[in-house]
């Protein structure tokens, strides 16, 4: 189930507080995809964070949260927000990319104290491919939480509305919008040659590796 809270001004004034950009950008999830967000900025402003966050918590209420937690990179500055507007407890989950392994978020031992056995609010600042989103919540799951439902400021295409759908809980968000998102073998702007431009590692644009062509399989 889906809660927006649609206004398309809210949408404009995300994108803005987030620097988007349009161009070719590879994303944490190993995904391509034609749009970037510094959602670190969006808390720049602190007086419009926090009106962001209590309009989140207004209809995130309803879900009787005992916990509010985000990933450390973003989505735990939105949970300290909406934590003191509901009067909640607060934890984060930290990044952990160990060498030739997948990136996972894991809870501190402080913060696992403070989820275990409670019904949490997951929150992240933006959700596009859902990966801090995913791994957060096992993350939680790991730690003995229960879900009580998911937030965020901008839903970026349907990863989001798929997570809670699988998991039965709400989803609350202030916008969402559309964008491109790609298997790198599928990515049309590889095709058309479009440089891939890292960010996560601060590297300079590099010519897009051509897409893997497609293996046809007995379903066709």
Sequence with gaps: MTEPIPPSRIARELLDA??????????????????????????LDAGRARAWGSMLARPAAACRPEVVCGPRTGGARLAELMAAELGTGCAFAVRDAPEGRPVRYRLPESCREVVRDRRVLVVDDAVNAGSALRATLAGLRDAGASVAGFTTLLALGGAAREIAGREQAPLFALASLDRGLWAPGECPLCASGTPLVDRLGAASPRPAAPPRPKEKDAHG
């Design 18 to 43: 987030m620097n988007a950009s349009s161009g070719h950008f590879l994303h944490e999830s190993g995904h391509h995809g034609d749009l970037w967000l510094d959602p670190d900025a969006l808390f």
